[in-house]
């Protein structure tokens, strides 16, 4: 039988060699190609993971299977093997993979100043949008990593380019060693691959963030569609490949549940529906990730816990970090139950070995072994449109398969072989003797007791001397042991040994402490016993989610309710109410008065309480994953809604204060910065849940020294002077006025995301809140939109707005401001805490703003601080924080004061809302209580109990033996307008 097997793997290891039919022979005579059988018999076969067949036969030739199944002619040219209690399974499949594809060495490169322009000609015009690229060009097969993939179990992967936004085409390969390229290559184009991240071998800037990334996306296939139309008298090899790669396979490089979902509206957008490789979090967005309909690509590096037997260290990790090492082995199952479905991929694993101990993880916590082989072979191969020739044993599939032990997700299993392209690959051999078991080692006048234990493949062995453990190494390999053990006072004692089939001795050879040679001889005298299978393993406890899955979120969503607040201190907006009622009902105000009453109402006793509208920050830079897009002077193009974070504890902060609504702003990187997004704070909701529905549109715009670099280092992007600012407004209402008559005209036209949003401007669909200090630059700034007969809506911080109020007031822009910040930068020198008052008392209507997450949350004291500075009465003061914020997000028709009708948008305060010892008791948002004093400090015990329980969960498993990780913390940055 081994002669035969010899004698077949030599003629599969030539088969290539002969495999080009019409190739010249010029080193010798052309052979007969060899067309001989295998036939595997008596195995338990997966031909897929639903279809089995007890004791069956596969048959394969040339590399391909040829039959299988229960009743198989075997013809007389087979060569037979019997695997009599042994299991086939069809080898994996990876889609996501950088086999035999070096990814490109970062750029060392650098400077002063950015890059702002392509390196390429003849390409699309931003270097990191690169689908001309083809992972087969920069291919090279590497055995060494090979076969690294087929001890895990894999027989065919999907490389491709792992750089870049639109990375081009990946290829897929078997890991067949002994085939040619000609043999191994089964697609030199198997998908087209795209990401968020920018290639670490370009320098451009832009994009510099996440939403430049998204807009990028979104231009490149507006531009995609019109080059194809004909519209372009240029060449451009980047959108000709794009154009050419569109029916393959759509892969896209995400990473985490909040870049699944963005994905997937980038293809929305366009007609794809990318499959998206995501980052094991999913479970937290569950209904959101199902309503996406992709299919997935499931990495499976779960954390390893935290070591937290330093309480100090432990203290810094976040609760969201801890439950996600307790959550992210649930992730599989989840995704399982709710209908997606995934693959599963090696990316993100420290080596392919790990993957069978993190499946098996998996598997611990629910996932079904059925949906494990499915996402590792059927699922894989279907995505890729390769059902026929991977991924199963079906007749005239590739003969990839495994040869086991067993139950492949058995603890226990042995991986023999995995035979891919027909060609075998020995991973143990199936002749391995199970040496484990107790023994007696004998070397001359001592005994010692040997215990070996562990897998059969990968045995472990302690070694004794009476009660004594000794130190001790032990390998077995390919039949031969070695065992090392140490004696105190003694020394070293090492034995080698060959082990034989059958017998219950080992017989080897010993080399003593003083260097001398003996005999020595293991005598078994207990056989190892297996812990039962059938025994109730301990079930893991996994924490609860809340909403949104972090410290302070909620068990479950709160819901809109009836309230009546009895004996108020009521500040309409206008007025300061003693002793009054408010119903809140479906949302709305519904009456405000005297000895109200409402059946089915929540009634809040309010005595001594001050009931007031909602806090509108009108710039803040909370929930939001990025700032700034500052890779271009304009970019109009970007979207503060495609990066928001609904996970930020700055939301929960803010309603503390009493905020409930917030516009969240770009930065002043750049003149002409990104689109605003206006929030409501519901705290639990997702990213779509928090943007306040029908709001007007936002830009922002900047002036000052951000927006020429002062203080960045940078001297290579237009402008570099405050004149130079002029020009890049006047350049681009210019171009933005004549792309806005060509595509009123009826004209074909580019669409252009940039230009249709400063149109929106001229057109008076979109409001502009400037960033702004100095004077001139302000008055500057008002003559360039009336000589394009548009009006400003509102100038942000305006420090010297005092000095041209006048002006404002004609021109009708706003003003929101600080209460007090001056002189932390050298264009505010000119700073005075007067400033709200003097501009208030010209006529412009003027807000107090926080651009600081800590500020945000106390904006109640920001506006007491007007009276004190001007002497604003209490009432107006209060407007600069509530009604006049709500005036300049064009939004007062719905909030910012108490009215009957408007959203029920409230705060309900323990003391006077300008004061310093005030707290905010109920922070209300459309009738629905999104902050409770009362409960908030229940809560704050709740995450106490569950962080203690988190903790002891961690340390008992270090306490088993699993592995641990040093505490980190992860800590969100606090943004503001500079932030990059």
């Known amino acids: 039988m081994k002669f035969k097997l010899l004698a077949l793997s030599l003629f599969l290891g030539s088969v290539s060699l002969f495999a080009q039919d019409y190739f010249p ?10 067309n001989n059988y295998t036939a595997f018999t008596n195995a338990k076969i997966y031909i897929t993971p639903t279809q089995v067949i007890e004791k069956g036969t596969l048959l394969i030739q040339n590399g391909k299977v040829v039959q299988v199944g229960k009743s198989v002619s075997i013809p007389k040219n087979a060569v037979v093997e019997d695997l009599a209690g042994k299991s086939i399974y069809p080898s994996f499949v990876d889609i996501f993979s950088d086999f035999g594809v070096k990814k490109p060495d970062r750029d060392s490169g650098g400077g002063r100043s950015a890059q702002y322009e392509p390196e390429r000609e003849g390409f699309y015009w931003n270097d990191h949008i690169m689908p001309e690229n083809n992972a087969v060009n920069s291919f090279k097969y590497d055995s060494k990593k090979a076969e690294e993939l087929r001890k895990a179990g894999f027989g065919t992967v999907n490389a491709h380019i792992e750089d870049g936004i639109a990375r081009g085409t990946g290829m897929l390969v078997a890991l067949n060693d002994g085939g040619s390229e000609a043999q191994r290559i089964l697609s030199d184009k198997s998908a087209q691959y795209f990401s968020f991240t920018k290639s670490v071998a370009k320098r451009q800037s832009y994009p510099s963030s996440l939403m430049g990334s998204m807009a990028l996306m979104r231009q490149l296939y507006y531009d995609m569609d019109w080059y194809s139309k004909g519209n372009v008298d240029t060449k451009d090899r980047s959108l000709e490949a794009l154009i050419a790669n569109k029916g393959l396979t759509q892969i896209f490089d995400a990473g985490d549940n909040g870049n699944v979902l963005r994905a997937d509206k980038i293809g929305d957008l ?5 499959v998206i490789l995501a980052g094991g979090d999913e479970y937290e967005r569950i209904e959101d990730i199902k309503a996406t309909n992709a299919k997935l690509i499931l990495p499976l590096n779960f954390p390893d816990a935290f070591d937290v037997s330093n309480p100090y260290q432990a203290q810094y990790i976040s609760l969201s970090d801890m439950r996600h090492w307790n959550l992210a082995p649930s992730n599989p199952k989840v995704l399982d139950d709710n209908g997606v479905e995934f693959t599963i991929t090696l990316h993100g694993l420290k080596s392919p070995s790990d993957l069978k101990e993190k499946l098996m993880k998996a598997i611990e916590y629910g996932l079904s072994k059925t949906t494990a082989l499915e996402a590792l072979t059927t699922i894989p191969a279907g995505i890729l449109g390769k059902s026929g020739q991977i991924g199963s044993l079906q007749a005239g599939s590739q003969a990839n398969f495994l040869i086991t032990s067993g139950e492949i997700f058995d603890k226990n299993t042995i991986l023999y072989e995995n035979w891919v392209q027909g060609s075998k690959n020995i991973i143990q051999s199936m002749d391995i003797v199970d040496i484990r078991g107790d023994y007696n080692l004998s070397v001359g006048a001592n005994t010692f007791a040997v215990s070996m234990t562990g897998s059969v493949d990968k045995p472990k062995a302690d070694v004794k001397k009476g009660e004594e453990a000794l130190e001790s190494k032990f390998t077995y390999d390919a039949d031969w042991l070695n065992l090392a053990f140490s004696e105190d006072g003694i020394g070293s004692y090492r034995m080698v040994a060959h082990v034989m089939l059958g017998s219950e001795t080992i017989k080897g050879t010993v080399v003593l402490p003083n260097g001398d040679e003996t005999t020595a001889t293991l005598t078994k005298t207990k056989a190892f016993e297996e812990k039962s299978t059938t025994e109730e393993t301990e079930k ?32 309409t907006g206008d007025s300061i109410l003693e002793n009054t009622d408010v119903l809140v009902k479906n949302g709305k105000i519904a009456k405000v008065g005297k000895d109200l009453k409402a059946s089915g109402a929540t009634v809040i006793d309010a005595t001594g309480k001050h009931l007031t509208a909602g806090i509108i920050d009108e710039h803040s830079h909370i929930a939001a994953l990025a700032i700034n897009e500052g890779g271009h002077n304009s970019s109009a193009e970007v979207r503060m809604k495609d990066v928001i974070d609904p996970k930020d504890m700055g939301i929960y902060r803010d309603l503390a204060g009493g905020v409930t609504t917030i516009q969240l702003l770009h930065g002043s990187a750049n003149p002409i910065g990104g689109r605003s997004a206006i929030l409501r704070l519901k705290w639990g909701e997702n990213a779509d849940g928090l943007i306040f529905p029908n709001s007007p549109k936002f830009i922002k715009f900047a002036l000052g020294e951000n927006v020429k670099q002062s203080n960045w280092g940078s001297t ?8 130079g600012v002029e020009q890049v407004y006047t350049d681009y209402f210019q171009r933005a006025r004549e792309y806005d008559t060509k595509k009123k005209s009826g004209q074909p036209y580019r669409y252009d995301e940039e230009m249709e949003t400063l149109a929106e401007i001229l057109n008076g669909e979109r409001f ?6 100095v004077q001139s630059e302000i008055n500057m700034m008002m003559k360039v939109a009336e000589k394009f007969n548009f009006r400003l809506n509102t100038f942000t911080h305006i420090l010297e707005g005092y000095k041209l109020a006048d002006k404002m007031a004609k021109h009708g822009v706003g003003g929101s401001t600080f209460s007090d910040w001056w002189a932390y930068k050298y264009e505010v020198n000119d700073a005075i805490p007067y400033n709200a008052a003097i501009m208030a008392s010209q006529g412009v209507t003027v807000a107090i703003n926080s651009d600081d997450a800590e500020m945000s949350r106390r904006l109640n004291q920001e ?21 006049n914020p709500a005036k300049l997000l064009h939004l007062d028709d719905r909030v910012g004061s108490i009215a009957e009708g408007k959203d029920a948008d409230i705060v309900l305060w323990t003391d006077h809302p300008l004061s310093v010892y005030a707290k905010a008791e109920k922070t209300i948002i459309e009738g629905t209580v999104y902050f409770d004093l ?17 903790i002891g969960m961690m340390l008992n498993e270090k306490k088993k033996g699993g592995k641990t990780r040093t505490p980190v913390q992860s800590k969100k940055e606090l943004f503001d307008c500079d932030t990059l």
């Open 863 to 883: 506006a007491g601080k007007t009276v004190k500075y001007g002497g604003v009465s209490e009432i107006e003061a209060w407007k600069m924080v509530t009604l």
């Open 25 to 34: 022979i010029n080193d010798g005579v052309k052979a007969k190609k060899n």
């Open 540 to 571: 893991p406890e996994l924490v609860a989610l809340t909403y949104p899955n972090a410290g302070y979120g909620y068990t479950t969503k709160p819901k809109q309710e009836t309230m009546l607040f009895k004996n108020a201190t009521v500040w």
């Open 934 to 950: 009362e409960k908030d400090k229940m809560m704050r015990e709740t995450v106490k109990k569950e962080r203690n329980r988190l």
């Open 768 to 773: 502009i809140t400037c960033h702004s200090y």
């Open 270 to 274: 366009f007609g794809i529906q990318y």
């Open 716 to 723: 290579s992007r237009f402008p570099q002077t405050r004149m």
